[in-house]
């Protein structure tokens, strides 16, 4: 950090008056989140203002980011920081919507290169500059109700377990921890994916295969490759399972969150944010382990960085000081104290603040150690306009029980996908019977479900 000036060298310099309330430079800063990740950014703000001279900063908040960033986009909102979504990111360089900052990084000496998750770093880096500061970094792990799925039961059976630590486990071993807290008697079930193409990411990218056509330049989705469609395959086998999973009537009437919270459900996917929640159930006992491995340890992440809005350089400056302190290890770990927030800082994400000995999950370390295995989708402006094209499509491929030809299935919500993706797209012509080329078939399987070969 920058060095103070010597107190010698302090008394040789003129004597400044205090600034009044009309020489305040008055920022503000967007958020969003729960109520007590709002009161955490409040605390910091509050701690900032009150040892500032020249600046004073307030809190906008929303309660989730889709709504922050239509009322910027909009004009409705007119913040000086703002938290971003890394899914975001793309749109909003392409908007001119945020300051590069790695000169405005650089002058403070914030030391991004020891101190941040690589990997969130290289996700907020576009042109060869730091384009928002990674601020928080949460990996996808299993959740899991820790009386549904006992290891030391299931290893005394002879059942498939994970090593001491559950650091991994393989599909294998996830399937036989599915298949042990799905009990009929006391009508729990054992497994709940998200049907979209973000729930199913892991998967695929553990499976060998892949989501994107191209890593940097992505124009339809790879799901009928080979190495994707065989990963897809291992998984729906088990996720289809009506035996092992939520059926469409258990989650017509809560949410799968909701069954788990009630003791229903042993395993569920999330980020750090569900950490809270859960802990507010009295006796919901649960832990946390790495999503399961099809070959190789992978995993997507929740990532947020805080951006800096174009401004006049004076009021940049100003603006840079305060994204200096909202990412010094003392405000972070007043955000982190809340138990929803993973700081892509490591030298807070490693510390008691974060960690929290004493607190379920018992292996909040996990949430450190699978940050390596994460996999940075591509860059795009698209986003959120593929997952609502495609992720209906998804869910048909995890709530239908047969599907005639899964891989030509999957090919034709890639070319679903290159239609929104690719520019030069040109619409397949229609085959006699009227039916586009490459539609999902739906006819019965000749392969029942939950028994096609991997």
């Known amino acids: 950090m920058i060095a103070l000036a010597s107190g010698t060298e302090q008394k040789q310099r003129p004597h400044r008056p205090q600034p009044t309330a009309q020489t305040m430079t008055e920022l503000q800063l967007a958020v969003w989140g729960t109520a007590p990740e709002i009161a955490a950014y409040q605390t910091v703000v509050d701690d900032y203002n009150a040892s500032s001279k020249d600046t004073n900063v307030s809190i906008v908040s929303w309660p989730d ?86 290891f030391a039961a299931m290893e005394a059976e002879g059942l498939p377990v994970p090593r001491e630590g559950h650091t991994s486990w393989n599909f294998a071993e996830f399937r036989a921890a599915a298949e042990f807290g799905s009990r009929p008697r006391r009508n729990t079930r054992g497994i709940y994916i998200e049907p979209t193409l973000r729930g199913l990411a892991p998967f695929i990218y553990s499976g060998g295969g892949e989501l994107f056509d191209d890593d940097n330049d992505p124009t339809a989705l790879a799901l009928g490759d080979d190495g ?44 750090r944010g569900l950490t809270p929640e859960l802990r507010g159930v009295e006796g919901l006992n649960f832990d946390v382990i790495p999503m399961p491995s099809l070959g190789s340890a992978k995993t997507i992440a929740d990532l947020n960085g805080i951006c800096l809005a174009p401004a006049r350089p004076a009021r940049n400056e100003a603006a840079a000081n305060v994204l ?26 490693f510390s008691a603040d974060f960690l929290q000995p004493g607190q379920a999950p018992e292996h909040a370390s996990i949430f450190n150690s699978v940050m390596r295995t994460i996999v940075l989708p591509p ?12 992720d209906p499509d998804i869910e048909t491929l995890l709530t239908t029980p047969d599907i005639a030809d ?18 030069d797209y040109v619409e397949p012509s229609e085959t006699p019977s009227g039916s586009p080329s490459g539609s999902p078939s739906g006819e019965a399987s000749e392969t029942p479900s939950g028994s096609a070969t991997p």
């Not at 009322?71 to 392409?94: E, H, M």
């Not at 399972?241 to 996917?269: E, H, N, Y």
């Open 65 to 150: 980011a889709d709504a922050m960033l239509d009322a910027i986009r909009s004009g409705g909102a007119k913040p000086d920081l703002y938290l971003l979504p890394r899914g975001d990111l793309a749109q909003t360089v392409a908007e001119k919507r945020n300051v590069p900052l790695l000169d405005l990084v650089n002058e403070r000496e914030i030391p991004i290169g020891d101190d941040w998750a690589r990997d969130a770093v290289s996700a907020f880096s576009v042109d060869d500059d730091l384009q928002c500061m990674p601020y928080a970094a949460s990996p996808m792990v299993i959740y899991y109700n820790t009386d549904l799925v006992d």
């Open 228 to 271: 994707s469609t065989d990963a897809l395959r291992r998984t729906l086998e088990l996720l289809r399972d009506p035996r092992l999973t939520l059926s469409a009537k258990q989650l017509g009437q809560r949410s799968a969150v909701d069954w788990f919270k009630r003791g229903k459900l042993a395993m569920i996917a999330g980020f």
């Open 324 to 349: 200096s302190y909202l990412v010094s290890d003392e405000a972070l770990a007043r955000v982190a104290e809340t138990g929803y927030v993973q700081p892509a800082k490591l030298t807070v994400a």
């Open 379 to 390: 860059l795009m402006t698209q986003g959120r306009e593929l997952r609502q094209l495609v």
């Open 406 to 423: 899964l891989q030509e299935s999957l090919k034709a919500i890639d070319e679903k996908s290159r239609s929104l993706l690719d520019p």
